[in-house]
């Protein structure tokens, strides 16, 4: 029968969590409730996309660009009121998504540390809500559903390391499935197969084969039938694995491009002109038959001078970032002064729970945090940036939260008291500035160090209360800048194109624009910016590239111009008006749509007639 005292631990826990929750959300508002500007229009609205045409349209996602996101936005597309704000409820949908997964990992991950009395299971979630990794991840929906899936794997497999349960192996083979669906790392799958592999007990070839069947099998035959299905419908059997890492090798070519060589380009211009180097260094693709260690016989010097620099250049501060610095939301302005070496604490903490590990020979807890990253050395001679190194987020807040755990439960030991001080005095001195959040850390973290150095004595077994101490004060000295706790719509002129689009014109459509804000917010069909613009050079030539996509209606604002990709901006100000009409303009002319002055030649279906000479 349950004890009164066991029903009260486990009401003061719910309560603790929901706390934690909601602390969390509002605390990360201005991520989780985006407006247009912070939505990243470059993926977000491209993936949302493909959940409509998958919906509406059956239209399969190739594997290389992850289905299992446009299954996400599928299922919830119908339940999202008929709108032009269903991309912006999606987005929210998709992000708060992400965050209760993420929180729920955190909470699951901290039962098993519990069971193992490596520390108390609310440790992981309380340091998810004062330290939110996770934020930088939000706006690529390839990289929030990859880690997603990837936690829960992650807390299946360390289940199955106590329970050796086959439930808990087939979550994991589920899990690992749909991270594969998220993101085409055949690596990760490897090494959770190799990690389950060398935990499993008792060692039997046929426990090896069920292990083999599911984490093996599963990720395969799905895969298999997903892009057999994909082919079947489009013609195309894309797998994309093969051409994957060798595509990654030839971007990282530009780590050894000049600031001044790279400063105001775009992924896309930097990726080509990466390539073009590559190919200089290494020969071409074909050359290499897509070999990376092809590649890489034809001029290890330089493989050597990518790889040194691609440690010093980018994966250094990559993770300082990701571990460290609270990025700003898109759109948003960054934090002032924000604290760009609160990693170094992060990174003590996770050595202090693997040294815990080591210590306790937790033997199986090991292998599993060794095998899981792996994937990650790829990153080292290819190239890398800060979101990448969050992909495995949970192994780092479980190492994290074993070594506070430990760290406060001796400070009795003036060694790691005076370990602690001496890293809060290095982060204070690369961080100084008077008009700086370090000012906070410097004072708050020197009341405790002094208190912990003097009363030591009295210390022993005390994380109870330390733990909570320290896990606040990172949360105090690292806030957010903007907060957001209304859902009210902020229209800076993309959803007044994406009404009078729905008003005026048959769903599906065609208009040219970028970003693709408005016509997907319209249920139009967009034709988004591709490479054979760049060689428009006469109002033919543009009238060309028009009639290619069905003479489209055109969409206007100052992104287009700003981005300019492939020419697209210039090439629409330069010689639209000799073939197109302005039909719809906003308040202030920086939001337009333009539609064929001849429509018998366009696709447009228009619903009502366009008024003529065009103001909102």
Same mark, same amino acid.
């Given at each position: 029968m349950e004890t009164y005292a066991n029903r009260f631990y486990k009401r003061r826990t719910v309560v603790a969590l929901l706390f934690l929750y909601v602390l969390g959300f509002i605390l990360n508002s201005s991520y989780l409730l985006p407006q247009i500007p912070q939505i990243n229009f470059f993926d977000e609205v491209?993936?949302?996309?493909?959940?409509?045409?998958?919906?509406?349209?059956?239209?399969?996602? %190739?594997?290389?660009?992850?289905? &299992?996101?446009?299954?996400?936005?599928? @299922?919830i597309f119908p339940f999202i009121p008929e709108s032009e704000f269903w991309l912006l409820t999606a987005d929210l949908i998709g992000r708060v998504t992400a965050y209760t997964l993420l929180f729920i990992s955190a909470w699951l991950i901290g039962t098993e540390l519990a069971h193992r009395k490596l520390c108390h299971p609310l440790v992981p979630v309380a340091l998810l809500?004062?330290?939110?990794?996770?934020?930088?991840?939000?706006?690529?929906?390839?990289?929030?559903?990859? @880690?997603?899936?990837?936690? !829960?794997?992650?807390?299946?497999?360390?289940?199955?390391?106590?329970?050796?349960?086959?439930?808990?192996? !087939?979550?994991? &083979?589920?899990?690992?499935? !749909?991270?594969l669906m998220s993101r085409p790392d055949v690596v990760f799958s490897v090494s959770v197969l190799i990690a389950v592999m060398f935990i499993t007990r008792p060692w039997r070839s046929s426990r090896m084969l069920v292990v083999v069947v599911l984490l093996a099998g599963i990720p395969t035959a799905t895969v298999s039938s997903y892009i057999y299905a994909y082919g079947h419908q489009t013609g195309a059997y894309i797998f994309g694995g093969d051409h994957k890492l060798y595509d990654t090798f030839q971007a990282s070519r530009q780590v050894l491009f000049d600031k001044k060589d790279i400063k105001g380009k775009l992924d896309f211009n930097l990726a080509k002109a990466a390539r073009l180097a590559s190919e200089r260094d290494f020969g071409t693709a074909e050359e290499n038959k897509y070999s990376v260690l092809r590649a890489i016989a034809r001029n290890p010097s330089q493989f050597a001078r990518i790889v040194w620099q691609n440690t010093i250049q980018y994966t250094a501060p990559s993770l300082m970032t990701a571990f460290g610095v609270r990025v700003p939301a898109v759109g948003l302005a960054k934090p002032e002064n924000p604290l760009r070496y609160l990693s170094l604490f992060i990174f003590l903490f996770a050595a202090f729970g693997l040294a815990i590990l080591v210590r306790r020979r937790k033997w199986s807890e090991l292998i599993i945090v060794c095998l899981w990253p792996l994937d990650m050395g790829l990153y080292l001679f290819t190239i890398s940036f800060p979101g990448y190194y969050l992909f495995h987020v949970m192994v780092v807040l479980m190492l994290v939260s074993i070594g506070l755990w430990a760290c406060t439960s001796r400070l009795n030991d003036r060694r790691i008291t005076l370990l602690l001080g001496a890293v809060l005095m290095i982060v204070v001195w690369l961080d100084w500035d008077h008009a700086n959040r370090v000012v906070s850390l410097a004072k708050g973290g020197g009341i405790l160090f002094v208190i912990a150095y003097w009363k030591y004595r009295k210390l022993e077994n005390q994380q109870a209360i330390w733990a909570p101490l320290i896990i606040g004060g990172l949360a105090l000295i690292n806030p957010p800048t903007n907060y957001r706790m209304n859902l009210k719509v902020e229209d800076i002129g993309f959803f007044s194109q994406a009404k009078y689009l729905r008003d005026h014109y048959s769903p599906m459509s065609p208009v040219f624009a970028f970003p693709g804000v408005a016509p997907i917010s319209a249920n139009m069909w967009w034709i988004?910016?591709?490479?054979? !613009?760049?060689?428009?050079?006469?109002?033919?030539d543009f009238l060309a590239m028009m009639k290619l996509v069905?003479? %489209? &209606?055109? &969409?206007?604002? %100052?992104?287009?111009?700003?981005?300019?990709?492939?020419?697209?901006?210039?090439? @629409?100000e330069k010689y639209a008006h000799h073939y197109y009409r302005v039909v719809w303009r906003g308040p202030n002319d920086a939001y337009k749509i333009l539609i064929p002055k001849d429509l018998s030649k366009s696709r447009l279906r228009l619903l009502a007639k366009p008024s003529e000479g065009g103001s909102k």
């Open positions: 491209i993936y949302i996309e493909s959940g409509k045409n998958l919906f509406l349209y059956h239209a399969l996602w %190739p594997f290389p660009r992850g289905p &299992a996101i446009s299954f996400f936005y599928a @299922v809500t004062a330290l939110p990794f996770y934020l930088i991840l939000l706006p690529g929906p390839s990289y929030w559903t990859f @880690v997603c899936f990837v936690s !829960l794997t992650f807390w299946a497999v360390l289940n199955y390391a106590r329970t050796q349960k086959l439930s808990m192996l !087939l979550l994991a &083979a589920i899990g690992s499935t !749909l991270a988004h910016t591709w490479a054979d !613009l760049g060689k428009v050079k006469s109002k033919e069905g003479m %489209p &209606a055109i &969409a206007t604002d %100052p992104m287009l111009k700003a981005h300019n990709i492939y020419g697209s901006g210039t090439m @629409v």
